[in-house]
């Protein structure tokens, strides 16, 4: 994810909170384990005043963890995976720029911990909004440590997600797209793995204001006399200002043909939720030759 790492023959597993609320994140490498929290902060301030947090890295291994840290930006990219780079993005709402961090290289020995202290201070003029950035925390190639049989070493990243307000803008936001998709056998899954055909709910959110919010939604398939027959969930899910993202959940039921409404109920952070409905037309089962 984001900047190649900088050693030949290596490769980064990049792990954050962007997506989930985990308070600490663990990682494992051979003689290494780490755990690092927390892996989100959130800050309420006005322009020209400074905040000042701390993380912990934490190495249950057996052996010293060779480290940096350093203030990152990020963005979503048009698979919706975070993408991470070095401070200073011109992107619109970021704020690598304003975080300072302390240590940027240091060592962990085995069955102890450090501390990564990291100081937001925004810019005096800075116009209200929401701003998002992070603290990047990534393992190094110690000096006794070479490449394995593979010629690969495996190199880890966290990355603390900063979300920064300022004044309070309001969230604004609408849904721009409800689908239920059938999806073939054989599309690679995520993780690499052949998929077996199934159905995919799609949410589409669009972020119309300029500070960030979470989407919480729930989406419901209902049948032509209104009775439930699917459903599924997005928990607290970021979109960036002035970005749309498109959530895909997976549904596990075999869906009958006939004709039904899909139903999305969504909380971006307002007292009004959002709710959308359209009907639906079911011929055929995902794979099926009967389905268009």
């Known amino acids: 994810m984001g900047k190649a790492a900088p050693y030949i023959g290596s490769t980064i597993l990049a792990m954050t909170a962007l997506l989930t609320r985990p308070m600490c994140v663990d990682a494992q490498q051979p003689g290494i384990k780490l755990a690092v929290s927390p892996m989100r902060t959130d800050i309420n301030m006005p322009a020209s005043?400074?905040?000042?947090?701390?993380?912990?890295?934490?190495?249950?291994?057996t052996e010293t963890a060779h480290l940096r840290a350093w203030p990152a930006d990020w963005y979503f990219n048009e698979k919706d995976a975070p993408q991470f780079e070095r401070a200073g993005s011109p992107r619109d709402y970021s704020c690598g720029s304003w975080v300072k961090v302390n240590p940027?290289?240091?060592?962990?020995?085995?069955?102890?911990?450090a501390v990564v202290r990291y100081t937001t201070t925004i810019p005096a003029g800075t116009p209200e909004g929401g701003y998002h950035c992070g603290v990047a925390v990534e393992t190094t190639r110690g000096p006794n440590e070479h490449l394995g049989a593979t010629g690969l070493l495996t190199l880890f990243r966290f990355v603390n997600s900063i979300y920064v307000k300022i004044g309070s803008p309001e969230p604004q936001g609408e849904v721009t797209s409800l689908e239920l998709v059938p999806i073939t056998a054989g599309v690679s899954a995520p993780n690499g793995e052949p998929s077996e055909s199934h159905w995919e709910y799609r949410l589409q959110i669009r972020n119309t204001g300029i500070t960030h919010f979470r989407v919480t939604a729930k989406i419901e398939l209902r049948d032509a006399t209104g009775n439930k027959v699917d459903d599924s969930n997005v928990d607290s899910q970021p979109v960036l200002p002035e970005t749309s993202r498109t959530f895909k959940m997976t549904s596990q039921r075999a869906i009958a043909p006939g004709d039904y409404h899909l139903v999305a109920t969504v909380d971006i952070g307002r007292p009004a939720l959002l709710q959308t409905e359209r009907p639906l037309h079911i011929e055929a089962a995902p794979g099926s030759t009967q389905q268009p």
């Open 104 to 113: 940027t290289e240091f060592e962990v020995p085995p069955q102890a911990s």
């Open 49 to 61: 005043q400074s905040h000042t947090e701390a993380m912990r890295v934490v190495n249950d291994g």
